[in-house]
T-cell receptor
Framework: RKEVEQDPGPFNVPEGATVAFNCTYS??????FFWYRQDCRKEPKLLMS???SGNEDGRFTAQLNRASQYISLLIRDSKLSDSATYLC???????????FGQGTELSVKP | DADVTQTPRNRITKTGKRIMLECSQT?????MYWYRQDPGLGLRLIYY???????NKGEISDGYSVSRQAQAKFSLSLESAIPNQTALYFC?????????FGSGTRLTVV
């Protein structure tokens, strides 16, 4: 079993839709949690860190449930430019090695 | 100039050849990483280094070696390339304030 698991998708949604991505991690010692975005096999770029209290950045909301070892990302009012692969990432220490899920592909259509 | 620079950007090589991928950084970070990405598998850690001369195996180190002779440089070698090492390779650095990825090296072994 992979340490970080995501639904690979693809998710095909119309513009304006709300879409939710889920992720589970198996190592309870994980300390840091992130969502990264990756476009067309370019380098991953940090979308947002994820905190137990939940955090929001514009149309994006991330949640962490440590008891269930579950991470989520909600995208509201999807834009064409949101089309990308979204990577769930954990780390066992701040600034330590990152462990990636396989990524969830999102395609937003007009 | 990019904070993390990978060379070459693209490379095609023959089975059995030795090849080196270079990574240099201007972030001043102590920690450096090499990942490979295959379709549908996310990024997997090959090797990482937390300081000069410090080398640690990652999830998939077989068939690879690395060298960290200076803080700013971390090179990845394939001693005898094989076709299943065809992949997209990313170098990354980290510190407590976050991670920075290079633009990737697309390697094809024929």
């Amino acid at each position: 079993r992979k340490e970080v698991e995501q639904d690979p998708g693809p998710f095909n949604v119309p513009e304006g839709a709300t879409v939710a991505f889920n992720c589970t991690y198996s190592n309870s010692a994980s300390q840091s949690f992130f969502w990264y975005r990756q476009d067309c096999r370019k380098e991953p770029k940090l979308l947002m860190s994820v905190y137990s209290s939940g955090n929001e950045d514009g149309r994006f909301t991330a949640q962490l449930n440590r008891a269930s070892q579950y991470i989520s990302l909600l995208i509201r009012d999807s834009k064409l430019s949101d089309s990308a692969t979204y990577l769930c990432v954990v780390s066992r220490m701040q600034g330590g090695k990152l462990i990636f899920g396989q990524g969830t592909e999102l395609s937003v259509k007009p | 100039d990019a904070d993390v620079t990978q060379t070459p950007r693209n490379r095609i090589t023959k089975t059995g050849k030795r090849i080196m991928l270079e990574c240099s950084q201007t972030k001043g970070h102590d920690r450096m990483y090499w990942y490979r990405q295959d379709p549908g598998l996310g990024l997997r850690l090959i090797y990482y280094s937390f300081d000069v001369k410090d080398i640690n195996k990652g999830e998939i180190s077989d068939g690879y070696s690395v060298s960290r002779q200076a803080q700013a440089k971390f090179s990845l070698s394939l001693e005898s390339a094989i076709p299943n090492q065809t992949a997209l390779y990313f170098c990354a650095t980290s510190a407590a304030d976050g991670y920075t990825f290079g633009s990737g090296t697309r390697l094809t072994v024929v």
